[in-house]
């Protein structure tokens, strides 16, 4: 069926759950006059709800992950599916595998590498032959992260990169049970899995092939730089692998050899060692008590539960500012600053998805397919769509 003929333009799949809500009201209030979106999940009277709430007339379509047929069916009716439904290990896989087969874009909210690596694998050569465009990580992970590396190295001329880092300025607003979720998923499966623990902290493990061996050892990014202290950031490893494939998607044009870290810039003295510390005392301890089941189970007792999240109060007064800065083999650092006032979260989300699926939708893009990256797919398409949304993208601002 070519995309022409397809019943949608858009199917939101997870729209009752909690990002997807925050979607779904962002497609409302969004989307081009005409546009074709339907929502889909399990439970109708949800839905519905949904619809009552947003007041729209957008049809509804009864959909369980587990349900190979009704999966296939929803992937060819439309143009693109964009979901919520994590963990993605659990109820993605057949969704993007459907999606390739189809020749439909696909958008989700993963920061699960398992997930993602075996996406490419038994995905990227089938979207390749369909004309899919598979897009994973098109919420606060991994678009900052991925457009701020990638607009960056734009702006500089597009000359190899020697590091690039990303820092944290700062960031408020609340986690969803469904991150939490997806995060226990994945340390369960590394409990059991080797091979799933190594791919977990391999920067290139969404790369085919051999490792890069990177000369000496890249830092973790606790300790400090230039007299301000600094600290990890908790998706840093995961948005490093997406990173890493927009590199290799773009026949390694960042170089081979670029060395990439997020941190939380926590300021100076010994207010901010102490918060630099805290923050990598918990990001330590979270991930740890999620891989023992007595930890875990205590933690399960503490943590939001999937389909919840913060009250409206923190998610009104949530927003961030990012700071990427890329330094190429020659020439001036240069700095991307994202920010945007949302909840990154949700609110914040909500909007990256939602624009995501929209540009995939409508936009004239790169003649690109396969299990893709947002900078690959969309890339300043996608930066000028979030520019529209009150999102800052600010490429070549000073360091």
């Given at each position: 069926m070519s995309e022409n003929e397809r019943d949608y333009d858009i199917v939101l799949l997870g729209a009752s759950g909690f990002v997807g809500r925050f979607t779904a009201r962002h497609l409302a209030a969004a989307a081009p006059a005409g546009a074709r979106i339907a929502i889909a999940g399990r439970a109708r009277a949800r839905l519905q709800a949904v619809t009552r709430d947003l007041r729209v007339d957008w049809?509804?379509?009864?959909?369980?992950?587990?349900?190979?047929?009704?999966?296939?069916?929803?992937?060819?009716?439309?143009?693109v599916v964009a979901t919520t439904v994590g963990p993605y290990l659990r109820y993605g896989t057949g969704v993007a595998s459907a999606c390739a087969r189809a020749g439909t874009s696909y958008a989700d909210l993963t920061g699960?590498?398992?997930?993602?690596?075996?996406?490419?694998?038994?995905?990227?050569?089938?979207?390749?032959?369909?004309?899919?465009?598979?897009?994973?990580?098109?919420?606060?992970?991994?678009?900052?992260?991925?457009?701020?590396?990638?607009?960056?190295?734009?702006?500089?001329?597009?000359?190899?990169?020697?590091?690039?880092?990303?820092?944290?300025?700062?960031?408020?607003?609340?986690?969803?049970?469904?991150?939490?979720?997806s995060l226990r998923q994945q340390m369960q499966e590394a409990k059991t899995d080797a091979g799933a623990r190594r791919l977990i902290g391999n920067p290139y493990a969404l790369t085919p092939g051999p490792s890069v061996r990177l000369p000496g050892r890249s830092s973790s990014g606790w300790g400090t730089e230039r007299?301000?202290?600094?600290?990890?950031?908790?998706?840093?490893?995961?948005?490093r692998q997406i990173v890493q494939r927009s590199n290799y998607l773009t026949g390694w044009s960042y170089g081979q050899l670029m060395q990439y870290r997020e941190?939380?810039?926590?300021?100076?003295?010994?207010?901010?060692f102490v918060r630099a510390a805290a923050i990598t005392a918990g990001t330590g301890a979270l991930v740890a008590g999620m891989?023992?089941?007595?930890?875990?189970?205590?933690?399960?007792?503490l943590l939001p539960s999937p389909g919840s999240g913060p009250s409206p109060d923190a998610i009104e007064h949530g927003r961030f500012v990012l700071d990427v800065?890329?330094?190429?083999?020659?020439?001036?650092?240069?700095?991307?600053?994202?920010?945007?006032?949302?909840?990154?979260?949700?609110?914040?989300t909500g909007v990256m998805l939602g624009e995501?699926?929209?540009?995939?939708?409508?936009?004239?893009?790169?003649?690109?397919?396969?299990?893709?990256?947002?900078?690959?797919?969309?890339?300043e398409a996608l930066a000028q769509r979030l520019r529209a949304q009150r999102f800052t993208l600010d490429v070549g601002a000073s360091l």
């Open positions: 049809p509804i379509l009864e959909v369980d992950t587990g349900d190979d047929a009704a999966v296939a069916w929803m992937a060819a009716s439309t143009k699960e590498s398992v997930f993602v690596a075996r996406s490419v694998e038994r995905n990227h050569d089938v979207a390749v032959n369909s004309g899919a465009r598979i897009v994973h990580s098109c919420g606060f992970d991994s678009i900052p992260s991925d457009l701020g590396v990638g607009l960056a190295h734009t702006a500089g001329g597009g000359v190899p990169i020697v590091a690039a880092t990303l820092r944290v300025r700062s960031l408020r607003g609340g986690i969803s049970g469904g991150t939490i979720d007299g301000a202290w600094q600290a990890p950031f908790v998706m840093g490893a995961y948005n941190v939380v810039a926590t300021g100076r003295g010994l207010g901010g891989s023992f089941p007595p930890t875990r189970a205590l933690l399960d007792q800065d890329v330094y190429p083999v020659e020439g001036q650092p240069v700095r991307t600053r994202i920010a945007a006032p949302f909840d990154p979260g949700y609110g914040g995501s699926a929209l540009s995939l939708a409508f936009d004239d893009l790169p003649e690109r397919a396969g299990v893709l990256t947002p900078m690959v797919a969309m890339g």
